[in-house]
Nanobody, 127 residues
Framework: QVQLVESGGGSVQAGGSLGVSCVVSGNTGSRYLLGWFRKAPGKEREGVATIDSGSRTKYADSVKGRFTISQDNAAKTLHLQMNSLKPEDTAMYYC?????????????????????WGQGTQVTVSS
């Protein structure tokens, strides 16, 4: 079974930077998809960035050029570096995974494609 645990959230002023990480335990298999999602109060869950087992990446238009997703395969960790933060980035950030497929997963930001979720870490950006 796969488990995900996020860390690194906190408070930062607009224009600042913050990094969040997700430790992945268990067997992901050889073909997987990992991603970051966020949910602000009163808003729907939104895909932020995803990365697959071949290190292909996809970003939401709202964060492209500001955020970078990466993975440390040896350490089994997922990272999201967030630069030039805006108040609109304030949300609970979750990592998620789709694992165990015999085929290459679709590189997507659609939340329902993922079946394992972490507990979330809060990111707050003030003006």
């Amino acid at each position: 079974q796969v488990q995900l645990v996020e860390s690194g959230g906190g408070s930062v002023q607009a224009g600042g930077s913050l990094g969040v990480s997700c430790v992945v335990s268990g067997n992901t298999g050889s073909r997987y998809l990992l991603g970051w999602f966020r949910k602000a109060p009163g808003k729907e869950r939104e895909g932020v960035a995803t990365i697959d087992s071949g290190s292909r990446t996809k970003y939401a238009d709202s964060v492209k050029g500001r955020f970078t997703i990466s993975q440390d395969n040896a350490a089994k960790t997922l990272h999201l570096q967030m630069n030039s933060l805006k108040p609109e980035d304030t949300a609970m950030y979750y990592c998620a995974a789709r694992t165990g497929d015999w085929f290459t997963p679709t590189l997507t930001l659609v939340p329902t494609y993922f079946h394992v979720w972490g507990q979330g870490t809060q990111v707050t950006v003030s003006s």
